[in-house]
C-alpha cells in the first residue's frame, strides 16, 4: 500500500547525472548498480527509534498474552464477532516480526540492511502487502460489526461468507497488485540504500495514473470505509437507544453498547495515525503550494511512515480493553500477586522490641 510514500515519492528525485541501477541486476557495489549519497529529506529523527524500541516489548508481551488465552479458552475464538479482530492481531504480529527489525535498523544505521536490490524488492513488497491487508481488515471489521448488531439473523445466517469472501479479496487483491507492479512493471529501479526501502519503487515515478489509484484504493478508500462505517454506527446505536422503552429493550442496548465499544476503541486507535497522514498525503500529492507541498511530504516521510508502527503496537490493547473475562483475570493475578507480596513483606519486619531484666526474689520496682 502507497502508505508510506506520496506522489513525489520517498525522497526526492536524484538529479539526471546519479547513476541507475537494472532491476536485473542483483549484485551490489557496481557503479551502476545503486546510489550512496544520503538525503536529509529521508532521514528520520532518532526520537522515533526511541519510541519504536520503548513500545515493542509490552506489545509482543500482550500479543503472547492474547494468542495464549485465544488458543486455550475456545469460547473466546468462537465468538463469530471476534473472527475478523483475531485476523488483525495476527496480521500485525507477523508485521510486528518480518519488517520492525530491519526497520529499526535503517532508523539507527541510516542504512538498508542488505544491500541487495532483491532485498528492496521484498522488502517494500511484503511490507505494503500487510499494510494494506491490515486496512481493508479492519474496514470488512467496521461493516461486520453493523450488520451483526443490527441484521443479525442475516448475519447468523450467512456468518462463513460473510467472513471467508472478505478475507479472499483482501489478500488476493493486495498480492496480486503488489506483485505484478514490484516484480513485472517494465522499468528500471534506482535503488538508493540510505534511503528507507531503498528509495521510491520506479512505477510510482513513471506512471501518476497509478499512484493515485494506490493512494485511493488501498489507502483512503479503506480509511474512508472505516471512518464513516464507525460514525454511521454509533449514531444508529444512539438512535436506537432512543426508541427503546422497557427494560429488556435497554439492556440490548447496553449490550449492543458494550459490542461496539471495543470497536471504537480500535477505530480511534486507527484513525489517530491514518487520518493525518491521508490529510498530508493529499497536502503533499495536490497543494499547489510547492514549499507547502514540500513541507507536507517532508513531515509524512519521515514521521508517519514509522508513526503507523503505533497502530500495530497499541492494537493487542485494544483488544485486551475489549475482553471482559481477560481483564478480570488480570486483576486476579495482581490481586493475588499484592497479597502475597504483602504477607511476605510482613512476615520479615523487624520489630524492635524493649527487652526487661528479669527481676530479683524480693525487690520492687519503686
Known amino acids: 500500500m502507497n502508505f508510506n510514500r506520496t506522489n513525489n515519492g520517498t525522497i526526492r528525485p536524484p538529479p539526471s ?19 550512496f549519497e544520503r538525503d536529509p529529506i529521508d532521514q528520520s529523527p532518532e526520537v522515533i527509534l526511541y519510541l519504536l524500541t520503548t513500545l515493542v516489548i509490552p506489545s509482543i508481551i500482550c500479543f503472547i498474552f492474547l494468542f495464549y488465552n485465544f488458543i486455550h ?4 475464538r468462537s465468538k463469530s464477532t471476534s473472527l475478523f479482530i483475531i485476523s488483525l492481531l495476527i496480521i500485525n504480529f507477523i508485521h510486528i516480526l518480518t519488517d520492525l527489525p530491519f526497520r529499526l535498523y535503517y532508523l539507527s544505521q ?11 524488492l521484498i522488502w517494500t513488497w511484503y511490507d505494503n502487502i500487510l499494510t494494506a491487508i491490515n486496512l481493508f481488515i479492519m474496514a470488512f471489521t467496521s461493516i461486520d460489526r453493523y450488520i451483526f448488531i443490527f441484521h443479525h439473523v442475516f448475519h ?36 538508493i540504500y540510505f534511503s528507507f526501502q531503498c528509495g521510491t519503487l520506479c512505477y510510482l515515478k513513471n506512471s501518476q495514473v497509478l499512484t493515485h489509484f ?9 480509511l474512508s470505509i472505516i471512518v464513516i462505517g464507525n460514525i454511521i454506527l454509533i449514531i444508529h446505536v444512539f438512535i436506537q437507544k ?12 447496553r449490550q449492543n453498547f458494550r459490542m461496539i465499544s471495543q470497536l471504537m476503541f480500535i477505530a480511534i486507535l486507527y484513525m489517530s495515525i491514518c487520518v493525518p497522514s491521508c490529510i498530508l498525503l493529499i497536502m503533499g500529492s495536490y497543494a499547489r503550494n510547492n514549499r507547502f507541498q514540500s513541507w507536507a511530504a517532508n513531515v ?11 497502530v500495530v503496537f497499541g492494537y493487542p490493547f485494544m483488544v485486551l480493553v475489549g475482553q471482559k473475562e481477560l481483564l478480570q483475570m488480570i486483576k486476579r493475578c495482581f490481586y493475588s500477586f499484592g497479597r ?3 504477607r511476605t513483606r510482613w512476615k520479615n519486619q523487624i520489630i524492635p522490641m524493649t527487652i526487661v531484666p528479669p527481676m530479683k526474689h524480693g525487690s520492687t520496682l519503686m
Open 156 to 191: 447468523r445466517r450467512y456468518k462463513r461468507l460473510l467472513y471467508r469472501i472478505p478475507m479472499v479479496i483482501c489478500f488476493l487483491f493486495a498480492t496480486i497488485w503488489y506483485t505484478v507492479l514490484i516484480f513485472g512493471y517494465p522499468c528500471q529501479n534506482s535503488f
Open 110 to 120: 541510516n542504512q538498508v540492511p542488505f544491500l541487495y536490490p532483491i532485498f528492496c
Open 214 to 222: 494506490e493512494n485511493a484504493i488501498f489507502f483512503m478508500f479503506p
Open 300 to 310: 509524512r516521510i519521515r514521521y508517519f511512515t514509522h508513526l503507523k508502527y503505533l
Open 242 to 253: 432512543r426508541q427503546m422503552k422497557c427494560r429488556h429493550q435497554l439492556g440490548l442496548w
Open 73 to 76: 479458552l475456545p469460547h473466546l
Open 340 to 342: 502475597q507480596l504483602w
Open 17 to 35: 547525472n546519479r547513476n541507475r541501477s537494472n532491476e536485473s541486476d542483483f549484485r551490489p557495489g557496481r557503479d551502476n548498480d545503486t546510489n
